[in-house]
């Protein structure tokens, strides 16, 4: 089956650091994406890890284990404008296709 | 500005109607999708299109018909909807079918309200 689970919600304060975790269990394995949806808006990719390790990029960076089925996003020195949710996706290589998870509502507080 | 553009960006219709979303992209992408954001819902895989062939038909129901009739265009005909059907329809499309450099492009989706 296909199953990917995150928290559904996360508060922070500006200026702190953030970990969203990602679990998943897909019937294949081709990439794991990271994206952002402001309210009302199209999700945009953050990043992607096909390999074990950690992917930096600015303030944001993303670690993958594909053992464990497990990833998380880390975002540094927040700014109110971080406040949205974040998706993890799986592309299913099996499927031939994107799985998302159910995405985590980040806010950011002052 | 993703490079997939979607129109119309809200539709309201009764459940008697016939209507059509549009979602068009010049990124030379091969891959092109349908999803389904309801409210507290993960991204729901409608349809999936490589080099205009339909790859991936996710049970949906006949209600709604996919199009694509060139890698560029990709069509979603709505007809005798229900009101959980309301929804955003996001259009989505990738280079290749995964992997680096192959992230999906989303459009601003559609905003459908179904009455």
């Known amino acids: 089956g296909q199953n990917i689970d995150q928290p559904t919600e996360m508060t922070a304060t500006e200026g702190a650091i953030v970990q969203i975790n990602c679990t998943y269990q897909t019937s294949g394995f081709n990439g794991l994406f990271w994206y952002q949806q402001h309210a009302g808006e199209a999700p945009t990719f953050l990043s992607y890890n096909v390999l074990d390790g950690l992917e930096e990029k600015g303030r944001f960076s993303s670690f993958l284990s594909r053992s464990k089925g497990y990833s998380y996003l880390l975002l540094k020195e927040l700014q109110m404008k971080d406040s949205a949710s974040y998706l993890c996706a799986v592309f299913d290589n099996y499927g031939q296709n994107f799985v998302f998870g159910p995405g985590t509502r980040l806010s950011v507080l002052p | 500005e993703t490079g997939v553009t979607q129109t119309p960006r809200h539709l309201v219709m009764g459940m008697t109607n016939k209507k059509s979303l549009k979602c068009e992209q010049h990124l030379g992408h091969n891959a092109m999708y349908w999803y389904k954001q309801s409210a507290k819902k993960p991204l729901e895989l409608m349809f999936v299109?490589?080099?205009?062939?339909?790859?991936e038909n996710n049970s949906v129901p006949s209600r709604f018909s996919p199009e694509c009739p060139n890698s560029s265009h990709l069509f979603l005909h709505l007809h005798t909807l229900q009101p959980e059907d309301s929804a955003l329809y996001l259009c989505?499309?990738?280079?290749?079918?995964?992997?680096?450099?192959?992230?999906?492009?989303f459009g601003q989706g559609t905003r459908l309200t179904v009455v």
């Open positions: 989505a499309s990738s280079q290749d079918r995964g992997g680096r450099d192959t992230e999906a492009f």
């Open positions: 299109y490589n080099f205009k062939e339909q790859t």
